[in-house]
């Protein structure tokens, strides 16, 4: 079982992050990748550009803690997070996640759950740039709070796991 | 007297002016709640952002808490917005 996680300014190769994950383990039978992307449009408005700032130290923690999380709930044979920060412009990478596990309903389903916490838990903060030049920060959206909140639903019903924090 | 870091980050780190300070609680201040109490004193900007009209998020030694959790000496504590990471 390994799970890595990277923060980083620099972009990542899909293929070359496929290449090393799980490369020796034959008991792999799915492989999910998730690749979120910088848009152009946020609610209504033109985004040129995107500053992401974060936490160092504990946002390699959050992110550890996350995928390590997804481990214990489903039966994983690797995970991956890689999460840029810094600037960033549309169709930029922001963030990697892979999964792997022997069936594709577990990969799909712990990948799913990880972008659902990262997205609640993880300290990262974005900055959009708009057109007309100006600066904003984004807010968090209640939607995203739902989804984390549909996971804690569906673990306690169906695992009886009460989340730590 | 308790020495803490403290910590901003994102759009508190930009409205309040400050990235990190070294602050020393008195002994009446135990929890992050006593903490925002202490920094709602400053009035201003201290006290719209953290007097509890608009969100924000709280971590001790780099691990999330909540309101009612007490400050260690010498914590690391990070006051922030809701993540919008992903």
Redesign the interface.
């Known amino acids: 079982m390994t799970n890595s996680v990277s923060v980083q300014s620099e972009s990542f190769d899909l293929a070359a992050e496929y290449r090393q994950f799980g490369a020796d383990d034959a008991g792999i039978g799915a492989v999910v990748a998730f690749v ?1 992307r910088v848009r152009d449009l946020n609610l209504d408005r033109n985004v040129v550009a995107l500053s ?4 160092p ?2 946002t390699e ?1 959050a992110l550890q803690r996350i995928a390590d999380e997804a481990a214990i709930r489903w039966p994983l044979n690797a995970v991956r997070v890689v ?1 840029r920060v810094g600037d960033l412009k549309p169709t930029d990478d ?2 990697l996640v892979l999964t792997a596990s022997p069936h594709r309903k577990d990969a799909y389903e712990a990948n799913q759950f990880i ?1 659902d916490y ?10 959009e740039h708009g057109v007309d030049g100006e600066a904003r ?5 209640d939607s995203d709070y739902s989804a984390l909140e549909r996971w804690e639903h569906a673990l306690k019903t169906n695992w009886g796991i009460v989340d730590h ?1 | 007297m308790r020495e803490i870091d403290l910590l901003f980050f994102a759009r508190l780190r930009e409205v309040l002016g400050v990235g990190h300070e070294r602050l020393s609680l008195p002994e009446t201040v135990r929890t992050v709640a006593d903490l925002m109490g202490l920094l709602c004193q400053r009035e201003g900007k201290w006290a719209e952002e953290l007097g509890g009209k608009r969100l924000f998020r709280v971590a001790i030694n780099q691990e999330m808490a909540s309101l009612d959790a007490e400050i260690p000496a010498g914590a690391e504590v990070a006051i922030f917005p809701p993540v919008t990471g992903g």
């Open positions: 979120g992401l700032e974060h936490y130290g504990m923690k999460h922001i963030v972008m990262l997205k609640t838990r993880a300290p990262f903060w974005k900055k920060w984004v807010d968090a959206r924090d």
